[in-house]
T-cell receptor, first 109, second 112 residues
Framework: GQNIDQPTEMTATEGAIVQINCTYQ??????LFWYQQHAGEAPTFLSY??LDGLEEKGRFSSFLSRSKGYSYLLLKELQMKDSASYLC??????????WGAGTKLIIKP | IAGITQAPTSQILAAGRRMTLRCTQD?????MYWYRQDLGLGLRLIHY???????GKGEVPDGYSVSRANTDDFPLTLASAVPSQTSVYFC???????????FGPGTRLTVL
């Protein structure tokens, strides 16, 4: 079966760095996405990785290792507005997205 | 309108009733999707459409139907609602199945 695993919840301090991990087992791989979802709102696109390595976009970076079935999202200089759920999704061999349950990130002052 | 709109925002429905959730996008995206989001679970794909005139079944299609008569609209119909269909429903679109998806604001549906 297909499976995406992420921690359910994480807590971090304002101004710090946090790494959210995602491991996956899917039928085929055609890219990995990270989305941010604030409570009561729609998911919004953060990053996309299809090749191994690190993609940096401002305070957010995303890493992929296809051989390990592993990705992480790195958030630097945390701000209170970063409190949200972070969703990992893998595009499978049918080009459909398989979603993890999301990681709720709580930022404390 | 800009982006994707969904209607209604929320709805309480009696079991056995028929309900259509509306989704409209103005980005001229070819692909559209319907997901449900339940607490503790990831988004689950109900139905999708890669282009106007075509539809496909996702992971959890039972009890739902869709149509794609034109590029902009992708309604989701519950023929006879059941309490297990209580969920938040998100419509999404992308300019192809290879690119990121853009989400509508969601419809919160409660079936009693």
């Amino acid at each position: 079966g297909q499976n995406i695993d992420q921690p359910t919840e994480m807590t971090a301090t304002e101004g710090a760095i946090v790494q959210i991990n995602c491991t996956y087992q899917t039928s085929g791989f055609n890219g990995l996405f990270w989305y941010q979802q604030h409570a009561g709102e729609a998911p919004t696109f953060l990053s996309y990785n299809v090749l191994d390595g690190l993609e940096e976009k401002g305070r957010f970076s995303s890493f992929l290792s296809r051989s390990k079935g592993y990705s992480y999202l790195l958030l630097k200089e945390l701000q209170m507005k970063d409190s949200a759920s972070y969703l990992c999704a893998v595009r499978d061999s049918n080009y459909q997205l398989i979603w993890g349950a999301g990681t709720k990130l709580i930022i404390k002052p | 309108i800009a982006g994707i709109t969904q209607a209604p925002t929320s709805q309480i429905l009696a079991a056995g009733r028929r309900m259509t959730l509306r989704c409209t996008q103005d980005m001229r995206h070819n692909a559209m999707y319907w997901y449900r989001q339940d607490l503790g679970l990831g988004l689950r794909l109900i139905h999708y459409s890669n282009t106007a005139g075509t539809t496909g079944k996702g992971e959890v299609p039972d009890g739902y139907s869709v149509s794609r008569a034109n590029t902009d609209d992708f309604p989701l119909t519950l023929a006879s609602a059941v309490p297990s269909q209580t969920s938040v429903y998100f419509c999404a679109s992308s300019d192809s199945s290879e690119n990121e998806q853009f989400f509508g604001p969601g419809t919160r549906l409660t079936v009693l």
